[in-house]
Structures are given as C-alpha cells and as structure tokens.
C-alpha cells in the first residue's frame, strides 16, 4: 500500500471538508471525523506493524506531517469563521452617520408657574416666605375668621363648592392668611406669600373658570403701613409687567381689609395712552389688596392695638392673559403644546 497516496488523498478530502465549512460546530465533527480516535488516522497507523524498522521513523512522520496539515488547515477555518462573525455583526451595527438625530423635546415651565416663580423671585428676596395651605378648607378660614361672618352678604360674592356643610374648596388664598397668623402664635412679625389653587362655582367659559390660581401677600408688623403696601405693589407691578410701570390705588371693598383697594397698573401696551388691552383707559386692574382688618388680626391671635397689617390678593390667570394678549382663560388648562411652547424661557 502506498501510504504516501492514501495520505494525500485523506488531506485532499479533508481540505475540501474544511473548505466547505460554514459553522463553528460543523468545524468540530469535521475535525473528529478525520483526527479523532477512530478516524482515519488510526487505521493507517496499525500499519506501521508491517513497515520495516528503518522506515518506521520516517513512516511515522510523513502521518504526523499530514495530521499537522490538516490541523493548521482547521485553525485557519475556525479563524475565517471568526472574522466572518465579526463582520457580520458589524455589518448589523452599521450606523449612519448622516441620518438626522432623535430630537429631544425639552419641556418647559408653565406660564402660570412662570408668573409665580417671577412673583416669588421678588418676594424671597424682599424677606417673604412661601407658605401652602389646604384646598379643601373650613368655612371658619375661608370665612369667619376673616370677617366674613355666617350671613355676610359678601359670601354670595364667592359662590363655592361645598363638601360638607363645614368644608369646601377655598375660594381664596386668604384663609393662609388666618393660618399662618395662629402658626405665628401672635407675637412674630408676618411675612409671607401664598400661590396656590382656588375654586368658584363659575361657568367655565373665555374668560371664567372653576378653578385658577391665586398668589396670597400678607405683611402683619407693628409698623406696617399702607405706604409699604404701596411700594411692594409697584415692586410686583414692575417685575410683572416690566420696569417703569405706575400703579393707581381706587378704594374697594373686601370684608377682611380696611381700607381696601383695587390696584391698577398702567397699561404695558401702550404706555397709558389708552388701548385694546387696557380699554382705552391706560389702566390695567392687576389685584386687590388693603390693611389687614382688625376683626382679622383679632381672630388670628394677634393685638389689633399694637399689630397691624397688609394683604394683597393676585389673581394669576388674568394677570398673565393681560400681559400677554391671551384671550381665553382655557388655555391654561387644556395643554396645547403649541401654547405652552411660545412661553418657553
Ligand atoms: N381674597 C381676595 C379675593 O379673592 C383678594 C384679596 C386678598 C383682597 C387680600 C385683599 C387682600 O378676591
């Protein structure tokens, strides 16, 4: 038998075998199938019985040599098989470059909230503190403590959800007033501002709604006068409306302030020449304030005779549809991004 014939006939069938591979797995029955125990190999090696003793050496290493072939010729396959793997999951992990990138909505402060963070701003830094109450509130804070007693007529001038016969939703920030008062125990200097919800029992249409914000001021010190009332007023005019805004005080009427006032601001539209805004009268009416009434200071703990104190009153939704042109209230509410989007800081 001519060993040298059959070996190269075995390495031929195995080149091709290892040629045709595709996957790691067929490498390994094809690497058994022609070098493992019972392959190929060790039938041509029981020959070496029959070779002569001086050509057994060189019979054993043209076998060996050809095993060695084959073996090379293995780890070059399993190496293709690699590369060939990375390529291809290169190939699924193409990126492209010159696609236009995932835009990021970046969202932004609502209006309302803008309008208060700017009141707030003002206020921090005149000395304020920021105080919450409840929504759904008693009758004595929303009411009786703040001079608005059982049969006050002007409790018709808030009509309100009720919850019991106690209990309703606050129709203003003004019972934080009250609250924050007996917190202080009616020794401590007050000075605070309240934003937050309230709710009347309106029809909701352009320019009404259930629900809106209100931003509270409350000033109680021995020597509060309206005079301070007035500065801080034309402070949060001209930080609302821009610098070089005036403010006019008119006497008004609010059951927990005397005196009380309405505050108009001149018009940031025209200047006060009169226009579609201000309605011709160069004038804008941005809030309600006055000296905190004695009955209020009474019921809240604090001596009438030594404490005194002012109170404003900011309706949020109006002040912001004044100053930007917005003509129905919903639209603070109802989150059109498109809306949302032109306030954007
Ligand atoms: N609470 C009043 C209202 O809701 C506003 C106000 C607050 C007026 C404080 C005077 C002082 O209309």
């Known amino acids: 038998m001519d060993v040298k014939a059959t070996l190269d006939a075995l390495k031929r069938e195995a080149k091709e075998a ?51 072939v084959i073996l090379q010729w293995l780890d070059e396959a399993r190496e293709r098989l690699v590369q060939a793997q990375i390529q291809a999951q290169l190939d699924k992990e193409t990126i492209d470059v010159t696609l236009p990138g995932k835009k990021f909505e970046l969202g932004t402060t609502h209006l309302l909230t803008q309008m208060v963070e700017d009141v707030e701003d003002l206020l ?25 007693p059982q049969d006050h007529p002007a409790r018709d001038m808030q009509d309100s959800f009720y919850i019991s016969d106690s209990t309703l939703l606050r129709t203003h920030t003004s019972p934080v007033q009250v609250r924050t008062m007996l917190q202080y125990g ?26 809106f914000m209100q931003i509270e001021g409350l000033v109680v010190d021995e020597h509060t006068s309206m005079a301070d009332l007035k500065g801080t007023l034309l402070e949060i005019a001209n930080t609302l409306f821009g610098e ?35 309605k011709g009268t160069g004038w804008i009416e941005i809030l309600g304030a006055g000296m ?18 002012f109170a404003f009153g900011i309706g949020v939704e109006r002040l912001a549809m004044l100053k930007y042109g917005i003509n129905d209230i919903r639209m603070f509410y109802t989150n059109d991004i498109r809306f949302n989007r032109q306030f954007k800081k």
Do not use: W
């Open 18 to 68: 290892i040629t045709a591979i595709e996957k790691m797995h067929e490498l390994n029955d094809v690497k058994a199938k022609y070098l493992g125990k019972k392959g190929p190999f060790a039938d041509i090696m029981k020959l070496m019985r029959d070779v002569p003793n001086d050509e057994k050496p060189l019979f054993g290493k043209t076998v060996n040599e050809a095993k060695q």
């Open 124 to 148: 921090i830094g005149m000395g304020y503190q920021v105080m919450e109450g409840p929504e759904v509130e008693q009758e004595e804070y929303n009411f009786e403590k703040l001079n608005l």
């Open 186 to 211: 009616g020794t401590k200097p007050v000075k605070i501002i309240c934003p937050g919800k309230v709710y009347r029992r309106d029809d909701d249409d352009a320019t009404h709604s259930h629900q």
């Open 244 to 278: 070089g805004r005036d403010i006019r005080l008119r006497p008004s009427y609010f059951p927990f302030t005397e005196p009380s006032v309405e505050v108009d601001v001149s018009c940031h539209n025209c200047n006060g020449k009169g226009c579609h805004i201000c």
């Open 292 to 309: 905190v009434h004695n009955n209020v200071l009474e019921a809240s703990g604090y001596d009438s005779t030594k404490y005194r104190g």
